[in-house]
């Protein structure tokens, strides 16, 4: 087997493994929580600022419905349930009030969100859990991949990347050589500090989040020429983007737009569990996507632009890339003779 093959077998056992991984946290969940649906996505806005658009939700089941608390936010317990009358619509708000009639409990609900409470209360029979944790706008990604356009542009751009050598073929001469920049990740660590941001609040932060789109856009015009080992520039380039800014550029369009995950579909619901079925999408969805596309396609074409030219051997940018690695050289060596 070539190295080229050994490589693009090695990238898909590695995602292989990661599919593994995810589908087996599931179960593990699954079995552990005694829900169906262990992990959900926050699709609208019902629950902000307690719960963001985008966000993954844990559900736990609930042993004893007499253990619930039913109090106005924000003291009461977080359902998720299937609304009265619906077989497939999932709802995630606050328990309110709690009746107890005939043995049996029922939950005035409602949204931190809403300024009234739902139309009639939920039966527990139609509780599928509680709501016991939260992970900020990552539940935007597997949204995405969901959506036909969502799928074929991480699908194209994962097919660019694994078959890099065959259609942006390297014909430099030699290598320039030299240390890895480090300054050069700086732009691409402000969206890992936006997460942390969302983490502790999910209301509107949108200044963070634009101010991470901008330096995304320094990082895609910087990372081309830190790499000698374009394979590891390119994994790492499609990873950040496909994890981190996807969600973002996301959670932008739903703030600059008001359009939220749960219009992309022709389906009701606040919450949706997580599947890989792909659903009659709305004009709503069409629009959001032009948005996104916007937002973030530039930055993507920029990049691997830069990166085919660097390989085709263009000296300008050859020059650039010999620059910025040597003068990492350089500033390594002086800071080692300071010790």
Known sequence: MGDGLKEYAKYFVFFVILAGVAFGGVHVLRTVLKTKYPVMVVVS????????????????????????????????????????????????????????????????????HNYVEDGQPVREGNVMGMVVGRVPILGYFPLFIKTSRGF??????????????????????????????????????AAPLTYLIFLFS???HLQYELAALALWYLGCLVAP?????????????????????????CDIIWWTTGITPSNWWYV????????????????????AFKQFAFFLLPGCIMFLVLVALKRRGVKNLGELNRLMRRS????????????
């Not at 990492?328 to 300071?338: D, W």
């Open 268 to 287: 009701e619901g606040s919450t949706v569990p997580i599947t890989w079925l792909l659903q009659r999408e709305t004009a709503l969805y069409h629009s």
């Open 152 to 189: 074929v542009l991480v699908a194209g751009l994962m097919g660019i990347v694994f078959f890099a050598d065959y259609l942006m073929p390297d014909k430099r001469s030699e290598r320039v050589g030299g240390s890895f920049p480090w300054l050069s990740i700086i732009p691409f660590m």
């Open 45 to 112: 806005e019902s629950m902000v600022p307690t719960l963001g658009v985008g966000d993954f939700i844990v559900v736990d089941h609930i042993d004893d419905f007499d253990g619930v608390v039913a109090a106005p936010q924000p003291d009461g317990d977080i359902l998720v349930f299937l609304r009265p009358g619906s077989s497939d619509e999932y709802i995630v708000h606050r328990a309110v009030e709690g009746l107890l009639r005939d043995g049996e409990w029922r939950f005035v609900t409602k949204g931190d």
């Open 328 to 339: 990492a050289s350089k500033g390594e060596a002086s800071f080692e003779s300071q010790f």
């Open 202 to 204: 999910p209301d509107n």
């Open 225 to 249: 020429f830190a790499f000698e080992d374009d394979d590891m520039g390119l994994m790492f380039w499609l990873y950040h983007f496909v994890l981190l800014m996807i969600p973002i550029g």
